[in-house]
Each structure stands twice: as C-alpha cells, then as structure tokens.
C-alpha cells in the first residue's frame, strides 16, 4: 500500500513569503504529526492530530507557524514570513501505534 | 521532562565489525521505545519496536534490546548498506522524545 507521501519534496522561498507544505498520511491512521529536522539535528515536535480531537499544538515554534488537517485526512502546515532560521526538511508522519514517516519537504528561505 | 540520548554520535567501523549503538532513555511509564533507520535525503524507516524491558527484536544483522534506563542496537557483521543515520525515540503519557541520531559509516 501507499506509504506517507508530502509536497512538495522541495521549496525554495525568499525570506517574508508563506508557504504551505502538504501531507497526504496512509490511508486509515488516525493520529498525523510534523517535526521538524534541521542540518545535523534530531527530530523536533511541532504538530500532533489525533482523530477529531483539538491537535497539540505544544511544538511550534512561533505564531507563523500553523497547520490544519481536514476530513481526518490531509494535512497541510503553514509558515508565513518565513525567516532564513526556519530552512529545515520538514517531516510528516502518521500512525495507528507506530508512527512512518513521509520522505519530508526541504524548505530553504533565502 | 522526557529526555533521549544516543551514543555515540558518529561511528566508523570496517565491514564484518560488529559494535552496538546506546539509547538511553528517561520516560515517564514507557509506552513503547523505538528504532528507526534513516539515509540522507529520506524520512526515517521504521526498524523496531520494544515494550518491556527484556525485550529483543531482530531483523536481519540487526537486533535490538531494551532494559528499564537503555536500549542498544547490535550490528553483527555490518555491510557497506548498513550505513545511514540510526534514531531512537520514546514514548511516554506524552508524545514521542527522539534522540539525536547515531550516524553509522561501514567501510569496504
């Protein structure tokens, strides 16, 4: 079956613009998650959904940051004003107990 | 606070070397404690999953470990292909804790 997948794989920005990065989970799983992972660093928690409950929101770093997930299903996560220190590859994953990862979205702001 | 910590950050070893990866852990009532494999350029993929200490998973030169404070991933006779970046993450009442990663090289 179809794994995780996001879009777009890469995105290039001028600093100040938003962008929007997609989430497509597998088919079925209700919990959906992003992290974000800079050069050389671990995972970082941004985002948790869970079914139609009230998504965690504990890890994004900043007001500019948001996401939404709708139908249970796709999720997208906004940036807006991106800033040169939000370049990151920014990883989505879902799960039923295990979390699988998307190959990530690699954001570079100029 | 929930806390990861892998070691050690970089290991070289020749091919047919075995050696083990250290993830130590500090979670409150541990729900599960994972293993993830991830290559340059590409999400992490998932290896294993351990519950309870005592617990060992293998899958082929892989096998993972787990006591209440750590668990260890054992590489017996690496080959060049077992290179990449190994994550451990933990998860508590809350969500997962990932550790920094120990990035793997084997050397023909």
């Known amino acids: 079956g179809a794994g995780v997948s996001q879009s777009p794989s890469n995105k290039v920005t001028e600093k100040g613009k938003d962008v929007e990065l997609r989430c497509d989970p597998i088919s079925g799983h209700t919990a959906l998650y992003w992290y974000r992972q800079s050069l050389g660093q671990g995972l970082e928690f941004l985002i948790y959904?869970?079914?139609?409950?009230?998504?965690?929101k504990s890890g994004l770093p900043s007001d500019r940051f948001s996401a939404e997930r709708t139908g249970g299903s796709v999720s997208t996560l906004t940036i807006q004003r991106t800033q040169q220190e939000d370049s990151a590859v920014y990883l989505c994953a879902s799960s039923q107990e295990t979390q699988y990862f998307g190959p990530g979205t690699r954001l570079l702001v100029l | 606070e929930d806390q990861v910590t892998q070691s050690p950050e970089a290991l070289r070893l020749q091919e047919g070397e075995s050696s083990s990866l250290n993830c130590s852990y500090t979670v409150s009532g541990l729900r599960g404690l994972f293993w993830y494999r991830q290559d340059p350029g590409k999400g992490p993929e998932f290896l294993f999953t351990l519950y309870s200490a005592g617990e060992e998973k293998e899958k082929e030169r892989l096998k993972a470990t787990l006591t209440k404070k750590e668990s260890f991933l054992h590489i017996t006779a690496p080959k060049p292909e077992d290179s990449a970046t190994y994550l451990c993450?933990?998860?508590?009442?809350?969500?997962?804790?990932f550790g920094q990663g120990t990035r793997l090289t084997i050397n023909p």
């Open positions: 993450a933990a998860e508590g009442a809350q969500k997962l804790v």
């Open positions: 959904f869970q079914g139609n409950s009230a998504p965690d």
